[in-house]
């Protein structure tokens, strides 16, 4: 037999000669986000007693009357959890101090079937923790809220499991990726559990009820503990479980996620028992291994779900062995809702579907799902039905403005502009460039006559950048295939347009660097002239390139204009830091009021778009990462889109000045590819607005009439 190391923890190691005094546990929970900032509503849990409590409004939770033993303590927080593996309580207080939480990470990667079966109904988690997702249809996964460290990471759907352990390395706020292969489990497999499951008071004791629940149908595989607290349960099928202790007068104890590999012994933790009057207070889901008393979210409690882990809101059970054909194998793969897609790879197999709309990528397609997209709200009261939005925010899906972004053919590598006009209906995309070549970091600005797109576009790789510009509402009718024609050639790399008060402001490259030009439209075919910045002395040391201009009106003759400046080439201490700026139009050409907002070292400030009132939302780089933050003209500065992945090129749409809401359009390759996203910048609700092969992002917004 084989242990299994990940899950094997001391027990309490010591002799009960008279029934243990309960202990209090208590601490205080800080934010990695800085210094003595605290974690209120924090869920944490003394997982092997089944105990939760939550922090209050200066960190501090307190657990009361907790038995004695070894338990792990995990708290969740938003992107912010801890684990504490060794919390040991004896009678009196353990008081475990300051605890600062770590931001969390992601896995993600792709389930492939050994077969060639749909991925559709796999589950997949981290083995002995409460994190668990479902694969989409093609085997795509991102499990989120994974505390840092060497996880165990499982997945199984009916009838199959993993091929070998899988272990993932989480680091706080990045994406470890792990691809997965499922074959389906040998007839007659089984493996043996075994543990100890103790009373809180009088502790070790005959007959404390243990059983393995099978996820998929809920069988029970069951035994009592010894005098000694030990049990055993021998023969239990290879597969995906949950493990659950109960005694009467005593709270139910739990653990999730366990694999029981074929011919291999798992040994689970200790888990003890509180009374059933613990001074801790009994909270929704504190017996639930998971924490949640609706795994799947599909509307159904686990207690009444004849699939309790992967979604099916109409339970439908063919056969009637209380087994709901969600979760069940040998189930008529044939065609029953006459839809040309087989059952066992249809997302909705009682429902004609035959194009497998999916707006949020979980198991169920929409023409089933009663949550098209996962919001907790349900689709007859979404105001945003395709759109995931807790705050049932309509403007998120019924812009006040529209965006053109750049997307790459993955067959030619040709980079191309589009067009996307977002509706509660869902999106509508238009493509206006067909031309060969890369087109992108794109601008609108609307005048008297038409809405102009400005962008930069080079035909073939040898070639200079360009400024170009076409017509939004003629390529809408006709896409533009010659851009040649509708771009200026001024012998060096033109790049990043962008427009404010009539004039279009670019970046020059200047042979080894980079200066900001400004230029009006009717003088476009000269090139403009050179911006001068008054080199006040918050310049640190003489400035090398300037770049990413970005600027807003704010009214008559005046705009604030953002930029970069490369202070030295050299000192990475220096490069790229986000200055401020004004103008008065008509041009001077002369730039006064800097504003700086230097960096630390390693930290690269890049493009940015004008935020909120008084407020700039920068991409900052950082190592092999990209966050975007916004900063105040104070200088303080917040995280807005932090999580690991490279999220660039951000383009705010201001919704009410007053309130500071508005949508965050930016790209980002959370998912393995980049792609364009809209944050609700009110809510925080994200929703991504492309998936495809190739590159896609530089989103800019569209001012309509």
């Known amino acids: 037999m084989i242990l299994i190391a990940a899950l094997v923890f001391s027990g309490c190691g010591r002799e009960f000669d008279k029934p243990p005094q309960p202990g209090v ?3 205080t929970l800080l934010t990695s986000q800085g210094p003595d900032i605290p974690a209120p509503d924090a869920r944490v849990r003394l997982v092997e007693c089944g105990l939760s409590v939550t922090s209050d409004a200066s960190g501090r939770f307190q657990f009361d009357e907790v038995p004695q033993g070894d338990f792990s303590l995990r708290v969740e927080s938003g992107e912010h959890v801890h684990e504490l593996l060794d919390v040991v309580v004896r009678e009196g207080v353990r008081d475990l101090g300051t605890i600062e939480l770590t931001r969390s990470g992601w896995v993600t990667g792709n389930v492939t079937i050994q077969d060639g079966g749909t991925a559709l109904n796999t589950v997949v988690y981290i083995v002995g923790d409460n994190q668990l997702t479902h694969a989409a249809h093609e085997g795509s996964y991102s499990l989120d809220g994974v505390p840092p460290g060497l996880r165990g990471v499982g997945a199984a759907r009916p009838g199959y499991m993993l091929s070998s352990r899988v272990e993932a390395e989480v680091l706080p706020g990045e994406i470890a990726r792990e691809n997965l292969t499922l074959v389906p489990i040998p007839a007659g497999a089984v493996g043996n559990v075994s543990g100890m499951a103790i009373l809180g008071n009088p502790g070790p004791e005959a007959g404390v009820l243990v059983a393995l629940v099978e996820r998929f149908s809920s069988t029970r595989y069951t035994g009592v503990t010894d005098k000694n607290g030990r049990f055993e349960i021998p023969d239990v099928p290879a597969g995906y479980y949950e493990f659950m202790a109960s005694h009467q007068g005593y709270r139910t104890v739990g653990l999730p996620n366990l694999e029981v590999r074929p011919d291999q012994e798992l040994t689970l933790p200790t888990v003890i028992l509180p009374p059933q009057d613990s001074g801790t207070p009994s909270r929704p889901g504190d017996s639930d291994p998971n924490g949640n008393l609706d795994d799947d979210g599909d509307g159904r409690p686990d207690t009444g779900d004849n699939c309790p882990v992967i979604p099916n809101p109409s339970q439908e059970d063919s056969d009637a062995d209380g087994v709901g054909n969600a979760c069940e194998t040998g189930i008529n793969p044939n065609d029953t809702d006459g839809d040309y897609v087989p059952s066992n790879r249809d997302n909705c197999p009682d429902a004609f579907n035959p194009y497998q709309e999916n707006h949020d990528d979980d198991p169920l397609g929409d023409a089933c799902d009663p949550d098209d997209d996962n919001d907790g709200i349900l689709d007859d009261l979404d105001t945003c039905q395709y759109i995931a939005d807790p705050n049932n925010n309509p403007e998120l899906c019924n812009w006040a403005s529209q965006l053109v972004y750049s997307g790459q053919d993955p067959q030619t590598g040709d980079i191309h502009l589009y ?11 238009t493509q206006l460039t067909t031309a060969k070549g890369q087109a992108w970091g794109a601008w609108a600005m609307r005048d008297a006559v038409t809405t102009w797109v400005y962008f930069h576009y080079r035909d073939h790789d040898l070639d200079h950048f360009k400024i170009c510009r076409i017509d939004l509402n003629q390529a809408l009718e006709l896409p533009v295939e010659d851009l040649q024609s509708h771009c200026f050639n001024w012998g060096y790399d033109a790049m990043n347009p962008a427009v404010c008060g009539g004039v279009i402001f670019y970046d020059w490259f200047m042979g080894d660097h980079w200066i900001i030009r400004g230029v009006e439209p009717a003088e476009l075919s000269m090139g403009g002239k050179n911006l001068q910045f008054q080199n006040q002395p918050m310049f640190p040391r003489t400035t090398f390139s ?17 930029f970069d400046v490369d202070c030295n080439r050299i000192s990475a201490a220096l490069d790229w830091d986000f200055w401020t700026g004004h103008f008065t139009i008509p041009i001077n050409w002369w730039l006064t009021s800097n504003m700086p907002f230097l960096a630390e070292e390693g930290v690269h400030d890049l493009r940015s778009t004008p935020g909120p009132p ?10 092999d ?3 975007i933050v916004m900063q105040d003209m104070q200088g303080s500065w917040q995280k807005i889109v932090a999580d690991g992945s490279l999220n660039r090129e951000p383009a705010f749409l201001s919704l009410n000045a007053e309130m500071g809401t508005g949508l965050l359009a930016y790209q980002s390759d959370l998912r393995g590819s980049f792609d364009v996203y809209v944050r609700d910048f009110g809510s925080s609700s994200v ?9 896609e992002g530089s989103p800019a917004w569209v001012p309509l009439p």
């Open 546 to 562: 300037y770049r990413y201009a970005s600027c807003r009106e704010t009214g008559g003759v005046n705009i604030e204009f953002g």
């Open 625 to 627: 990462r990209a966050d």
């Open 25 to 27: 546990v208590l601490g």
């Open 419 to 429: 067009h996307l006009a977002m509706k509660p209906q869902g999106q509508r995309v």
């Open 687 to 695: 929703m991504r607005i492309t998936e495809g092969e190739g590159w």
């Open 614 to 623: 008084g407020s700039w939302i920068i991409e900052r780089e950082v190592g």
